[in-house]
């Protein structure tokens, strides 16, 4: 059993793809340092993250292939499946053999995995432009809390910043713990003290809140409620659009606020 | 902004809330020189109502007085609701601010009639001028225009909004004037002419000047209540394909009615709204614009309804079994998108994927077709099965349609909203 092991990052998984190519060795497992329990009887071969061997090999996936056959690689690595090392090494072990371009050849079993998973993340990262819920504080930084499945925020950075040029926003990753910050110029990445933003409601704390938020989040839940139409209820269509591990960050899902009835 | 809005809020969203358009697609408007929002071509939905129903825009009503008398319509002058009244200020304020947060993708404004069309179109273009001149908002915004309001005043509105939109709502014109003394064709089908016109206009002008500004990007649109006449399918989707043919529109919104006023005689007393029916016309509507079938095929004098039971490209498959079996190796893209069960996305990757080697079932239900309904219409590189023409249609539609009784049983779902695709 061959066990390759990388550092967690896409050029290192790449890196390790290289070096099992280049010494013909085929691995049952490609895994990163996080992930690695040690096992006693594989094979291991650590591999340290190389940039050349990384660009000689993802410039030959991009001339076989396109720019586009390389971004639906690293969207499937954002899924941060156990196996999905595995079905990147195929993937590419693919393209690399055949003499022309297979990224449609849906009878290959890689290539629909890969699909598959990296049309996954995009649904993620398209659900991040719809949930997400900036609340207001008091220094004018619109903050949002997300809990993704797969580590698709950096796919939507760009999605924020050309929307709201104007104004500083915050989106963090409840999950991963890191998140990313608009200042008016560029976006930097940053991470977050338990202190101000309380990770389990994805609510900023009440002394840094701006004082009209509450209002807002008011008025946007009695809006909420009113533009439903009882007579044309329909849960099951509901759930499905709007599955139930994304309410916990929507103000019109939360069931504990009150707005004044008249 | 203060706590009073709540009220009005209320009110108005409840005055809007029948208008079922809430696209916010089509439109491209960069978000230029670092102002707030820019418009995503395929629209975005940032939230759901337990109805089903996509939230993309906000809807309100800049009032909901109203000098009409229309029978279908909730916020007729004869009924005692409450009434209220946005100011510009107001709707500009919450739009922002809502959309600030994410919350929504943008405003979609509409309005009760109040002194006269010219008087209610000018506020209404004032919002949407307020909102693009002073705040540098560039998201989307959706205007309904006021049947009878001046050339002039559609024009700017046209050039602030992404989309219009005239309600035709009743099908023939003699049940409109049955319904809506105060409303007839011609009113309606005025502005639809002008903004067309001026859609076409300003299409040529960009041609020469590139940075020409630009009319209604996302085009036109309009609503057609179903079920409140005894109108048949075949008479609204002539209409609504004359409409795309004829007036451009970008899309034709069906509403099932729902009896909100059910103390008028005029319209029939309903158990239920019609929504399966409005899903059928849905998919036939779908059928026309993206599968390349002619209304005659979906809707004839033989068949004037669609038929509830079964979708409309079942239907229209089971009534020509001549065309059937397909060859799904070697039949071509438009002929694979009329298989029962074949979608767009499918018949595509079929056409990719056949390049590589032969189809047989399994490879096409590796690529996520969904053979259900497709295994009776296709042969593909497998053994000789049962196809339609062995088992005749009358069977084919048993089959089908006893297997979706087994999953109805399961779960009483018998008439709600239904989504749009069916996947099972």
Known sequence: MNIFIYDHTFEGLITAIHDALESNITPDKIISTKAFQDDLFATKHYISTNYERFETIWNKVKEKSNEQNCQRIFKAYLSEMSDIEIVIHNYIKLILETPYNVEVNFSEDSVIKLNNMQMKVGREAQRILMFVRFQKTVDNIYYASFDPKYNVIPLTVNHFRNRFADQKWV????????????????VREITIGKQKVDFTSGKVNDDVLHVSEKLFQKLWKSYYDTINIKERKNMKVHMQFLPKRF?????????????ELN | MKAETINKLKISAKAAKYDVSCASSGSNRPNSGKGIGNASPWGIC??????????????????????????????????????????????????????RRNYIEGLFLSSG????????????VRVAKDLRTKQNYNGYIHLKSIPGASDDLQQQAGLYADRLSVNIEIATENNLKILAPDKNFKSILTPMNTIKSKIIENKEERKKFRHAPRFTPAGQSTQLIVGATPDSDKHILNLAGDLYNSKNL????????????????????????PLKRENRLYQADWLFRFYNYSIDEIVNDEHPDLDLEIDPKLSYALRNPWMFPIDINKANYETILRVPGIGVLSAKKIILARRYSKLNLSNLKKIGVVLKRAKYFITCNELKAHTIN??????VRKILLSEKSIVKKSSNNAHKQLSLFTVN
């Open chain 1, 171 to 186: 989106i963090f990753d409840t999950r991963r713990k890191f998140g990313y910050y608009y200042d008016l110029e560029n």
């Open chain 1, 247 to 259: 309410w916990k960050f929507l103000p019109e899902k939360d069931f504990k606020m009150k707005y």
């Open chain 2, 46 to 99: 940032h939230s759901f109502t337990q109805d089903g129903r996509c939230i993309s825009l906000m809807k309100l009503m800049l009032t909901n007085h109203c000098i009409y008398d229309c029978a279908y319509c909730a916020n007729r002058k004869s009924n005692d609701i409450e009434r209220t009244t946005f100011t510009v200020k107001e709707v500009v304020d919450l739009t922002i601010e809502f959309y």
């Open chain 2, 113 to 124: 009639v109040i002194k006269n069309p010219d008087y209610t179109m000018e506020r209404m």
């Open chain 2, 250 to 273: 970008k899309r034709v919104y069906y509403s099932g009615f729902i009896p909100v006023n059910s103390y008028d005689k005029r319209l029939p007393a309903l158990i239920e709204p």
């Open chain 2, 390 to 395: 062995e088992l005749l249609p009358k069977n």
